[in-house]
């Protein structure tokens, strides 16, 4: 059984930073990808940063503002966002494609953390 477990949401004043961690644990072999994901209310769910093999894309509203990394040995992806601006206020949600013990390669998600930017 693989899980996500995030952290790190929580409230900060415009031009604030905020840096979010997702922990994979389980029966993992290897994790090819993973991302970030945003959902604000009445909004569909949008990719905000992935990372793949050292590679990282992100969201053009993001750009120069969010960082993301990955520690490959605790098997933990980061999202560092400074910057930050109402319009950022979401709950995120992390993403990974993870081949667990036993090849049987998988889509996971987190339970999602909320980031409120707020004066």
């Known amino acids: 059984q693989v899980q996500l477990v995030e952290s790190g949401g929580g409230l900060v004043q415009p031009g604030g930073s905020l840096k979010l961690s997702c922990a994979a644990s389980?029966?993992?072999?290897?994790?090819?990808?993973s991302g970030w994901y945003r959902q604000a209310p009445g909004k569909q769910r949008e990719l905000v940063a992935d990372i793949t093999s050292g590679v990282t894309k992100y969201a053009d509203s993001v750009k120069g503002r969010f960082t993301i990394s990955r520690d490959n040995a605790k098997n933990t992806v980061y999202l560092q966002m400074n910057s930050l601006k109402p319009d950022d206020t979401a709950v995120y949600y992390c993403n990974a494609d993870i081949i667990a013990v036993g090849f049987r390669r998988s889509d996971y998600w987190g339970q999602g953390t909320q980031v409120t930017v707020s004066s």
């Open positions: 389980g029966s993992i072999f290897s994790i090819v990808a």
